[in-house]
């Protein structure tokens, strides 16, 4: 696929990934989906992230190493937990309502701080993301490094709280 048409591509799925994930706080539960049980997604969610993490992880250290082809493989596998994650997240999302964070004191503003960053910085890891991999399969190394600077720590830090998020409304979720 040619570069530009590349560029277009990360837009739209930007765009329409992130419009899903703001759909699921507004739109009914689908009946397509839901009266199944559901309730083990938001756990495998969390061993996703935790993946993901642990996928980043072993690629930057991959690359510090200048061992590119671990480097790539760990990247494709990090893409890889993150889709299926998506997959499930948008599943549980559309036919479950929204657990409540129903914890108070010190630990209540810190759980919120960690979800509004979560969810802000979510949006931002899409087109992140995206543009760092098409760069790179590209053979555009220059702005590869250029974005992923900014990616890694990013991308690091949304999957990383996306397991402590889980881990503080864990005990709120239905049983």
Known sequence: MPYRNSILLIWILTIVINGLILLTFFLPKLSMVAGRDYSSLPKLNAILN??????????????????????????FLAFSFTSLFLFSYLLYHFSMPSTSYKGDGLLRGVYYFILL???????????????????????RINQHRKIARWTMPIWLYVSFTGVVVYLLTHPYYPQ
């Open 117 to 139: 960053t979560h969810v802000v910085l979510v949006a931002i890891i899409v087109p992140l993301g995206l543009l760092a991999m098409v760069f790179a399969l590209n053979n």
């Open 50 to 75: 935790g993946l993901t993490f642990f996928s980043l992880l072993f690629a930057l250290l991959a690359v510090r190493r200048k061992n590119i082809l671990l480097h790539r493989s760990s990247i």
